[in-house]
Each structure stands twice: as structure tokens, then as C-alpha cells.
């Protein structure tokens, strides 16, 4: 069976997506790839494909999408089929750019609670019952990481490449999900991906913001199943 290498999110690791591991692992085999050692899209990508399976199903939600893509870019035979979740195809605008440099010294100088709390974290959930357990297991997940990881993903993240020419140059099974209460990664981001690759399912998952997997899990895993059933 085609093994399933998850890539998750800036400041998060694998528990970003246990509800998905929980459910799956007792059928497919998982990887979570942790994106954390280099400050380069190009790094990050580079360093999953030296130690992934020699071909696999590849799933990656917000900056873990943005490293699927450049997974894609550099190896696109080794993939077996894409799922991109909560995610931007498209370099960083200025306006964000510009707001890089003051959460970095910020972070450097011992504020990282503070930066995702203030920043980051108000912009990830739609309401719900589990919002603030989601947001405690966040901070757990930022702190564990630490201040180096935060300074890394977000100069990756600011130096990131356009891969709509990737994207649209991919002909295999694709998935595109997004919470339809998405801030950071809104549901036209995903329309825009969606016709890129006119072969992918979208799926919008109702009551989620930008993390689905733990807002909204068993649909997401759900539409992550109907994906791997076409691999």
C-alpha cells in the first residue's frame, strides 16, 4: 500500500494531525515529516525527499502544503497523489513580508508566547466547543518547537516560490480542502488551486477555520480516505 507522508504546519508537529494518525495507522502506513531544520522552502523540501519512501501519497496543511509543493516541484515522479490543506500556492505578498522582521526579533528577543498569541493564534479557529483545548495544544506545540524553529519557517515562508506552474503542470489525484472559515489560507486560495488542477476534489469542511484536522476531524479524515481510495 502507498505509505502517506504528512507534513504539518509552522510551529506544529505531529499532533497536528492525531485524529488522522489515530484513524488511518491501522491502514496505511504514516509518516510525519518534521519542517523545521533549514530556512528554505527548497531545504525544507530537499530533506523530507532524502529520507521519504521512494514514491508516496503527500499531504500538507498551511506551511506543510507550501513544502508539499516544493516536494512536488523537485520530485514529481516520486509522488503518488497530493492533498493540500489550508494552504497558499502563491509567494507571500509585501504586506506580509513586512511584518516578518518585527515577529522574528520579537521571538529572538524571548517573546514567542506572546507573538503566537497575539499573531499567529487569533487567526486559526472558527468557534467551537474545542476551541480553547485546540489553542492550549498550539502554544504546546509552538513552545516544544522553540524561538529557532519560529525565526527558520518564517524566513522560508518569506522567501517562498510562486508553484502555480507546479501545480498546474500535476496531472495525479489531488485533494484541496480548506475550513471554510479560513483566515490565513481563505477558501479562494483554494478554487484558485482547485482550477490549477481541474482532476482534484475540493472539499470545504463546514464550522473549521485554518486547522480542520483538529477542528473537524472525523470530515476531514474523512475526505482524506475518499483521496487515498483513489491512489
Known sequence: MTPLVLLPGMMCDARLFAPQIAALSG??????????RHDTMTALAAEVLSYAPPRFALAGLSMGGIVAMEILRQAPGRIAGLALMDTNPLAELDEVKARRGPQIEAVRNGGLRRVMAGDMMPNYLADGPDHAAI?????????????????????ALRGRADQTATLRAYSGPALVLCGREDIPCPVSRHELMHRLMPQSRLEIIEQAGHLPTLEQPQDTTAALLRWLETI
Do not use: K
Open 135 to 155: 489553542l492550549d495544544l498550539c502554544m504546546a506545540m509552538a513552545t516544544d518547537l522553540g524561538p529557532e524553529v519560529f525565526i527558520r519557517q518564517s524566513r
Open 27 to 36: 491502514r496505511i502506513p504514516i509518516v510525519t515529516a518534521p519542517i523545521s
